[in-house]
């Protein structure tokens, strides 16, 4: 599985499970990607195979569904919440780098349209 950190996530996140050998990367540390709209990012990702990694539920829960109604696909979508990762805390970023290393190593059976909550 490869995965697309959205701005909002540290770029450290993707450093960290980079050098674990998973294929991530950080739009934050993209400037072309950086400036993408939620939908423009979704596009970028799923024509790479990459889910997207967002805190952004609302924004991509709705073009997810508008996708779906229009018979267009995405590559996943991983919705991270801003309580249980606050960059402020201390544990961040450490404690998302681990949970999304659990998902890596156990990625859903779908290839495609799959939503998964941390």
Excluded: C
Excluded at 35 to 42: A, H, K, Q, Y
Excluded at 73 to 95: D, K, L, M, Q, W
């Amino acid at each position: 599985m490869k995965l697309l950190l959205d701005t909002q996530q540290s770029p450290r996140v993707a450093e960290r499970l980079s050098a674990d050998g998973h294929d991530v990367l950080a739009a934050s540390s993209d400037p072309t990607l950086a400036i993408l709209s939620d939908e423009e990012l979704l596009d970028w990702a799923t024509r790479r195979g990459r889910a997207v990694v967002t805190e952004n539920a609302r924004d991509f829960d709705r073009i997810a569904r508008a996708w779906t109604a229009a018979g267009s696909h995405h590559a996943g979508i991983v919705f991270t919440s801003p309580r249980r990762f606050h960059r402020g805390s201390t544990a961040y970023p450490g404690n998302l780098v681990k949970a999304l290393r659990t998902l890596l190593h156990n990625p859903p059976d779908d290839r495609i349209d799959w939503v998964w909550w941390l």
